[in-house]
């Protein structure tokens, strides 16, 4: 089962613009992860935050979390039409005595010339 | 270079027969995951592993199997029993499963034909 659910699906924006993702979640987390995928490749990772954070930055990125509300928003600003990609969020699930990272649906961004 | 090398990029099969993801990773990584991508959705944990000679069946484990016999090295058989196992496949890692950040390779396609 799909812990996350991004939301928008798709979101299409002009160069220069900000663009910003959220991500909700079901259960208890220890971190929550941002991830970037160019069409038919591998994941890469944006950033990390932890459950005891409310708020981090990394150059363009800022990402927030809620924990009270299951929720956390990746904004992207001045977007560039390299920012193209699918975003997704990741929580860690405990697990039987493991933590497994899942993975929620994506967000598909189009940043426009 | 550190990385995850997966193998093949492309592969075909016909209906009935087993096939074999390769996945390596020189990152001296304990944890590794196989994730499952259908067009346009997220991913979907397969199977993971925290450990040599250990591993955990995530969300989707049916039809599929692996081993881990050595740190580096965690292969995929997508069986005959898997109903529809044409889907972009994900191999990542990641120093364990507590502490986040998966690093991930650049996937097989896999068509049943």
């Known amino acids: 089962s799909q812990q996350g659910e991004e939301d928008p699906q798709a979101l299409s924006i002009q160069e220069g613009e900000n663009a910003t993702m959220n991500c909700s979640y079901k259960t208890s987390i220890n971190n929550l992860q941002w991830y970037r995928q160019n069409s038919g490749r591998g994941l890469v990772h944006l950033i990390l935050i932890r459950s005891n954070e409310r708020e981090k930055h990394s150059g363009r990125l800022r990402v927030t979390l809620d924990t009270s509300k299951k929720s956390s928003s990746l904004l992207i600003t001045a977007s560039r039409a390299a920012d193209t990609a699918s975003y997704f969020c990741a929580t860690d699930q405990a697990s039987g005595g493991y933590q497994k990272v899942t993975f929620g649906t994506g967000t598909k961004l189009q940043v426009i010339p | 270079d550190g990385g995850i090398t997966q193998s093949p990029k492309y592969l075909f099969r016909k209906e009935g027969q087993n096939v074999t993801l390769s996945c390596e990773q020189n990152?001296?990584?304990?944890?590794m995951y196989w994730y499952r991508q259908d067009p346009g959705q997220g991913l979907r944990l397969i199977y993971y592993s925290q450990i040599v000679n250990d591993f955990q069946k995530g969300d989707i484990a049916e039809g599929y199997s692996v081993s881990r016999e050595k740190k580096e090295s965690f292969p995929l058989t997508v069986t005959s029993a898997q109903k529809n196992p044409t889907a972009f496949y994900l191999c990542?890692?990641?120093?364990?499963?507590?502490?986040?950040?998966?690093?991930f390779g650049e996937g097989s396609r896999l068509t049943v034909l």
């Open positions: 990152l001296n990584h304990d944890a």
């Open positions: 990542a890692s990641s120093w364990n499963t507590y502490t986040g950040e998966l690093f």
